[in-house]
């Protein structure tokens, strides 16, 4: 069982927009603004697509946004498109004796 | 261009070992933290350890603490993970990837596969 809790799954049409959400707790999400969001395709390598719960790393597309409230974090996706389609995996600091927990991801279909 | 090349993964038996390198490139290795996070066949990524620029701080998930070391040579501009006490558990594509705050170039794995 993952440290964070994601849907397992999430789903929308090309040009709307979805949100993931991505729960911990007062000892990870809650207590440090060091929310990442990767993308991952099948067989690739991981993308960092947002990092400090709401920065993008450059030449990420800001139709890709993320939030947090309280313990929950959100990765945002406007506009969908086809190439969207991956899973998505949310990973936050939870100090320094855990350090990072990842969550279980959630896969996007592009319907 | 920033580059970070994994080796030495292959198959091992139970209770063996292996040490992995990440040859890094295109980016001055010396300044970066570094970490191992490994994604076991068709699940999700896990964090296994990290160590500050300088290794001055290491840091071990519980699940390969004791088992796992992990280093760095900065004049080689490479990371090492020497896995000890090898599980069937601990089968999985093994990720370098540089970055503590910022996790923004990962390689492109090597693959550990323990069985008998």
């Known amino acids: 069982q993952s440290a964070l809790t994601q849907p397992a799954s999430v789903s929308g049409s090309p040009g709307q927009s979805i949100t993931i959400s991505c729960t911990g707790t007062s000892s990870d999400v809650g207590s440090y603004n060091l929310v990442s969001w990767y993308q991952q395709h099948p067989g690739k390598a991981p993308k960092l697509m947002i990092y400090?719960?709401?920065k993008r790393p450059s030449g990420v597309s800001n139709r890709f946004s993320g939030s947090k409230s309280g313990n929950t974090a959100s990765l945002t996706i406007s506009g969908l498109q086809a190439e969207d389609e991956a899973d998505y995996y949310c990973?936050?600091?939870?100090?320094?004796?855990?350090?990072?927990?990842f969550g279980g991801g959630t896969k996007l279909t592009v319907l | 261009e920033v580059q970070l090349v994994e080796s030495g993964g292959g198959l091992v038996k139970p209770g063996g070992s292996l040490r992995l390198s990440c040859a890094a490139s295109?980016?001055?290795?010396?300044?970066?933290?570094m970490n191992w996070v490994r994604q076991a066949p068709g699940k999700g990524l896990e964090w296994v350890s990290s160590?500050?620029?300088?290794?001055?701080?290491?840091y071990y998930a519980d699940s390969v603490k004791g088992r796992f070391t992990i280093s760095r040579d900065n004049a080689k501009n490479s990371l090492y993970l020497q896995m000890n006490s090898l599980r069937a558990e601990d089968t999985a594509v093994y990720y370098c990837?540089?970055?503590?705050?910022?996790?923004?170039?990962w390689g492109q794995g090597t693959l550990v596969t323990v069985s008998s």
């Open positions: 990837a540089r970055g503590v705050v910022v996790t923004d170039y």
């Open positions: 990973c936050s600091y939870a100090g320094s004796s855990t350090f990072w927990v």
């Open positions: 295109g980016f001055t290795f010396s300044s970066y933290s």
């Open positions: 400090e719960g709401s």
């Open positions: 160590i500050s620029s300088s290794s001055s701080y290491i």
